[in-house]
């Protein structure tokens, strides 16, 4: 524990702004890894024809059960508008977008406050050079450096993962996003097919 409140002083007035985004930053992945959730068994396609089947819409609460759940009522009907496919899936779309922007935000933040750190600790480094009191110290002016740089790593620390996690999440977003572009695209062929026959 000592080791912690070591570290914390050592880097100074921008640790709090720092822990503040780590924190942010796993809340908000960790909400879009639970929006993002997909589920098993196939795409929504499937599901919608396995739901219609038995003549009830799945249960579950991951994306591809909602997108059925959400599509069922139209499904049955002989003529099926693109806008209500959209009314329908739009705020399970919007729900895939949530916490994007947050992650995104943190990742930049998070190394220019590890900067502003750093600087922080090399003026007070080169201020305590030109009163000489850093060699009264132990360590002298590497000691001062080391300390200064310790924000920008820990800036980097909290925004690596966060770029490559969430980049990871993105994708997931993307493939989801296709699935509901292709059940959308499905009824609204169904439904074309069945108006000209």
């Not at 796993?26 to 997909?38: F, T």
């Not at 098993?40 to 396995?50: M, Q």
Request: aromatic residues 2%; charged residues 20%.
């Amino acid at each position: 524990m000592s080791a912690v409140v070591e570290l914390w002083r050592s880097g100074g007035a921008v640790m709090l702004p720092l822990a503040t985004c780590a924190a942010l930053l796993w809340a908000a992945l960790a909400h879009r890894a639970l929006a993002l959730r997909a589920g098993r068994g196939g795409e929504a396609l499937a599901r919608l024809a396995a739901a219609r089947a038995k003549g009830a819409p799945p249960t579950g609460s991951t994306v591809r059960d909602r997108a059925v759940a959400a599509v069922m009522p139209l499904a049955d009907r002989p003529r099926v508008h693109r806008l209500d496919l959209s009314a329908a899936l739009g705020p399970l779309r919007g729900e895939l977008d949530e916490g994007k922007v947050l992650v995104r935000a943190t990742v930049t933040v998070a190394p220019l406050l590890g900067l502003l750190g750093t600087v922080m600790g090399m003026i007070e480094t080169f201020q305590s050079l030109a009163d000489m009191a850093l060699y009264t110290q132990g360590g002298g002016v590497a000691a001062g450096i080391a300390e200064a740089l310790l924000t920008t790593q820990l800036g980097l620390v909290i925004s690596v993962p966060g770029i490559l996690i969430g980049r990871a999440l993105d994708q997931r977003q993307e493939h989801l996003n296709h699935e509901l572009d292709a059940l959308e695209e499905q009824l609204m062929l169904r439904s074309a097919q069945g108006v000209a026959a």
